[in-house]
């Protein structure tokens, strides 16, 4: 994908009217066994992505990005997005245009946008205020004044982290395994990333295939417990353990060898062996 540079392209406006007002509201707001589904927001999900490259919705050049993928960015279901691209790819509606390789081009990117002259103004003022260490007030131009505040805040400012691509590839395995989805980036979360991004055996697809065959962590157990992404990337035991098959057989409760209450594994590595059943959790 192709990211335009420049701190004035990375937000876009929202038009008051065209949201509240717009055809988009009666042709994106459907019927679906008798429940109304508002689809806006996914065009909304689409509109930016495309605002990463001039309005195109693609991986590079000629390769589009598969559903599956944008589904699990978006956090909604694949048949919701294909419901929405196939309204907006409607002549009639004309929000979006498939090329012939696939790749999808938002007709109506350019209408989200300030006009070049107006960003600018934005842009060159933002500069001479940060040189000039004025920090704007609210009574002048509202959008000028945001502009300022948060260059002042910079670093200070708690911002939400955009979703890794490990997320993605989670949120499509979960949405098939009915696990949790991501739904955003704590401090935490990307500090234990980083970490096991840095270990040559964290390789996160092989991980999400073992999961596949680990009946265990899928929620086979005597305590209904379920692996998550948080648990993946705690600690380099905890997906160690899932590559080597630790969490392969389901659980019943019984009585160990010695008559005390524990799970005993039916298969896999741990076959017969009593266990308190929690995965380890350790940093």
């Not at 065209?18 to 679906?32: V, Y």
């Not at 696939?102 to 350019?110: E, K, P, T």
């Not at 000028?144 to 890794?164: A, F, H, N, T, W």
Request: proline residues 4%; positive net charge; contains cysteine.
């Amino acid at each position: 994908m192709k990211h335009n540079k420049g701190k004035i392209k990375k937000w876009y406006p929202i038009w008051i009217d065209k949201w509240l007002w717009g055809s988009m509201r009666h042709e994106l707001i459907i019927q679906n066994d008798g429940e109304f589904v508002d689809l806006r927001g996914i065009f909304t999900d689409l509109l930016t992505v495309s605002k990463k490259d001039s309005g195109f919705i693609r991986a590079n050049e000629n390769t589009p990005y598969p559903l599956e993928q944008l589904a699990g960015m978006f956090c909604v279901p694949v048949e919701r997005l294909s419901q929405c691209i196939e309204i907006c790819l409607r002549p009639e509606v004309h929000k979006l245009r498939k090329h012939s390789n696939g790749v999808l081009f938002v007709i109506s990117h350019a209408d989200y946008d300030l006009s070049d002259s107006y960003k600018y103004r934005l842009e060159n003022e933002n500069e001479e205020s940060i040189e000039h260490g004025e920090q704007g007030s609210k009574n002048s131009d509202p959008i000028q004044y945001k502009i300022r505040q948060d260059k002042i805040r910079g670093d200070k400012r708690e911002r939400v982290s955009p979703l890794p691509l490990e997320t993605v590839s989670w949120n499509l395995f979960a949405s098939q395994n009915n696990l949790s989805l991501v739904r955003e980036m704590s401090p935490s979360r990307n500090r234990h990333l980083l970490l096991r991004r840095g270990e040559s055996a964290f390789e996160f697809e092989k991980i999400l295939e073992a999961l596949k065959k680990a009946r265990f962590a899928l929620g086979e157990n005597d305590r209904g417990w379920k692996v998550d992404f948080d648990f993946v990337i705690h600690s380099k035991d905890n997906y160690l353990k899932i590559l080597e098959g630790k969490y392969s057989g389901s659980t019943n409760t019984g009585k160990n060898r010695n008559g005390s209450g524990g799970v005993i594994a039916e298969k896999g590595k741990y076959a017969g062996v009593a266990s308190a059943g929690r995965p380890d959790k350790r940093t």
